[in-house]
T-cell receptor, first 112, second 111 residues
Framework: GENVEQHPSTLSVQEGDSAVIKCTYSDSASNYFPWYKQELGKRPQLIIDIRSNVGEKKDQRIAVTLNKTAKHFSLHITETQPEDSAVYFC???????????FGKGTRLHILP | DAGITQSPRHKVTETGTPVTLRCHQTENHRYMYWYRQDPGHGLRLIHYSYGVKDTDKGEVSDGYSVSRSKTEDFLLTLESATSSQTSVYFCAIKDSTDTQYFGPGTRLTVL
């Protein structure tokens, strides 16, 4: 079945700098890759997603890139702000079953 | 939040007792999922459903069973709760664009 690896597990960046979180997946049939943000005590919320027919997608300060050949995708946050502090999860789905498998998460700290 | 509710929101129970968690959705989505969330492990899939009476196992299904007798309800049962099942449980639905939305979560403590 699908396996998703996410790195780093913790990331600290200075406010205003960029943050990059990387994920790899194992099932070459996966075709949908969402990213979720989870604030303390709350449910995960979708922030951006990308499908396999696209190499990059951008939404204001957030962008996601996908390399299907290498089976990895990344989340880029530019001009980080204090409200970006949270746990971020990547996921992969659409492969050989209906499962949606998540990475273990990255705790992002934005330093003042 | 895609009309997803979970009940109860908090539960404390004792080892060996049965526990049932309920996920309810109001938008007729075909796919429903149960995850557990533990520090250092992220969101791990327990079971999922692709229609009424159609369910399949996820990554960590041992000790859990599910039932879906109506489109709107997906039940997760711990037949005999153990301390290792102390966790936060999230239900989710997947819509027609493959986007997944989560319920508010249930915090379960097994003493």
């Amino acid at each position: 079945g699908e396996n998703v690896e996410q790195h780093p597990s913790t990331l600290s960046v200075q406010e205003g700098d960029s943050a990059v979180i990387k994920c790899t997946y194992s099932d070459s049939a996966s075709n949908y890759f969402p990213w979720y943000k989870q604030e303390l005590g709350k449910r995960p919320q979708l922030i951006i997603d990308i499908r396999s027919n696209v190499g990059e997608k951008k939404d204001q300060r957030i962008a996601v890139t996908l390399n299907k050949t290498a089976k990895h995708f990344s989340l880029h946050i530019t001009e980080t702000q204090p409200e970006d502090s949270a746990v971020y999860f990547c996921a992969a789905s659409g492969g050989r079953d209906d499962k949606i498998i998540f990475g273990k998460g990255t705790r992002l700290h934005i330093l003042p | 939040d895609a009309g997803i509710t979970q009940s109860p929101r908090h539960k404390v129970t004792e080892t060996g007792t049965p526990v049932t968690l309920r996920c309810h959705q109001t938008e007729n989505h075909r796919y429903m999922y149960w995850y557990r969330q533990d520090p250092g492990h992220g969101l791990r899939l327990i079971h999922y459903s692709y229609g009424v009476k159609d369910t399949d196992k996820g990554e960590v299904s041992d000790g859990y069973s599910v039932s879906r007798s109506k489109t709107e309800d997906f039940l997760l049962t711990l037949e005999s709760a153990t301390s290792s099942q102390t966790s936060v449980y999230f239900c989710a639905i997947k819509d027609s664009t493959d986007t997944q939305y989560f319920g508010p979560g249930t915090r379960l403590t097994v003493l």
